[in-house]
């Protein structure tokens, strides 16, 4: 390959990292474009990984800041692909750099500005469970750990007043004025890792997600059992009285292997997830007790089924096979009974505890169908980016844009990094087959 040919990847999470760093130690330039102002992913709002509950940002912030300190990768966070044309071996991308109104090489990172900000919105990182300021990080282990304002937050955009963010701001590197620009990149080839949503279950009356203070997402309880979390680790339910649940439901399949929903398909990690939290919620304290209820118990990974009966073994996680019908909650305690059919009895029964934990299908990015769009590359019928068949899962329907990650089809971490991996070696060989300006392997084949 030629010095000039480089790859873009489209999203800056675990296995865009992968991919990006095998392209990068094979001397290939890399430009990746992550859409928030920081990378890593889902990946980063995760306390621990399945199974071996090792720390997820402990193994991920060394990826992050590998990845955004080498020399042969340029990471442009707080951006977007808006146009590609072109053909494998000499595509032209354009990229909306969105304005931080914070200056990259002059912010410090000191935080001065956040602590002075008096407007307040939802944390997108903490989903919902925490608040953020107008002027922030991401999160603590942001890299670039640069501030960001969020315009449509901000009260300066809105009234014109208000500078206190810039007042605080000793290195000057704040400016409102700041605008969004465009940039134009040559590449040989494209790799899209954009990941996942995660399904918020309000239209499922039956479970009272949004009714019911304690009816939570997986991700939810993730954070909440995070000691970097909105409630720094400690266990406790969102109802007023916030006291400590010792009793926890977690139901699997909540929009998943769901027909009602157009989703029949699995989402691969679900099964580990929730025994990995209930895992986590005995460490927290000796005296919990979880439930899962399941449909069928998909322990199909590498340790995954011997990680499922060390929970039942020594975390005295009771596995149901039943899905309750419906949960009613205690207006006085705020208490939820399930009410569920025994698969095993064919019996009603009911069970109350103090927390239900949902979780819920993991679902195509909402932006899925734009990125197809731009990319030129179809998607199946539920929005996954669509290999040309199954012998070529990382090619997408266009030459020379690849794919990796959940952004394909439902796989839990270690398959997203193979996948990167396999990714970059395949964009390295069809470049070296359509060289910039050369000709293409199907031409010598013709």
């Not at 029964?349 to 769009?373: G, N």
Request: proline share 4%.
């Amino acid at each position: 390959m030629t010095k000039d040919e480089s790859v873009l990847i489209i999203g800056g999470g675990i296995a865009g990292f992968q991919a990006a760093l095998d392209l990068a130690a094979a001397g290939v330039q890399v430009h990746m474009v992550e859409k928030s102002p920081s990378i890593g992913g889902r990946m980063a709002q995760l306390d621990k990984t399945f199974p071996t509950n090792d720390c997820s940002i402990c193994i991920l912030a060394p990826k992050m800041i590998e990845t955004y300190g080498h020399k042969n990768i340029n990471v442009r966070t707080y951006a977007e692909v808006q146009k590609v044309s072109g053909s494998i071996g000499d595509f032209q991308v354009e990229i909306l750099q969105k304005a931080r109104f914070v200056y990259e090489d002059k912010c410090t990172g000191c935080g001065a500005c956040m602590e002075k900000c008096p407007k307040k919105v939802s944390s997108e990182y903490e989903m919902g469970l925490a608040d953020r300021r107008a002027i922030y990080f991401p999160f603590a282990q942001a890299v670039p750990r640069v501030a960001t304002i969020d315009k449509d937050a901000c009260i300066h955009f809105k009234t014109g007043k208000c500078l206190l963010c810039v007042k605080e701001c000793q290195a000057g590197a704040i400016d409102h004025k700041m605008e969004d620009e465009v940039i134009t990149v040559n590449v040989g080839a494209i790799i899209v890792a954009t990941g996942f949503d995660v399904y918020l279950p309000y239209e499922m009356e039956e479970y009272g997600y949004g009714r019911y203070e304690n009816v939570v997402t997986a991700m939810e309880f993730e954070r909440i059992i995070n000691a970097a979390g909105p409630t720094h680790g400690h266990m406790q339910r969102l109802s007023e009285d916030k006291g400590r649940p010792k009793r926890l439901a977690f139901i699997q399949c909540v929009g998943a292997r769901d027909v009602r929903h157009d989703r029949p398909y699995c989402s691969a990690v679900c099964c580990m997830h929730s025994t990995k939290e209930a895992m986590l919620a005995r460490e927290h304290h000796s005296d919990t007790d979880s439930w899962i209820f399941y449909t069928d118990m998909r322990a199909f990974g590498k340790g995954f089924w011997e990680y499922i009966e060390r929970g039942e073994r020594d975390y005295g996680i009771n596995y149901i096979r039943g899905k309750p019908g419906e949960i009613i909650e205690d207006p006085e305690t705020k208490d939820l009974i399930l009410y569920y059919t025994d698969r095993e009895t064919r019996e009603v029964r009911a069970l109350e505890v103090e927390m239900v934990i949902l979780a819920t299908a993991l679902i195509p990015r909402a932006d899925a169908p734009e990125v197809a769009q731009i990319l030129g590359i179809e998607m199946d019928e539920y929005n996954f980016f669509k290999a040309p068949n199954v012998m070529m899962s990382t090619d997408t329907t266009r030459e020379g844009v690849y794919m990796a990650g959940y952004c394909q089809k439902p796989m839990d971490i270690p398959d997203a990094v193979a996948q990167g991996s396999a990714t970059a070696a395949r964009a390295m060989e069809a470049m070296a087959q359509n060289p910039k300006g050369g000709t293409s392997q199907k031409e010598v084949t013709a």
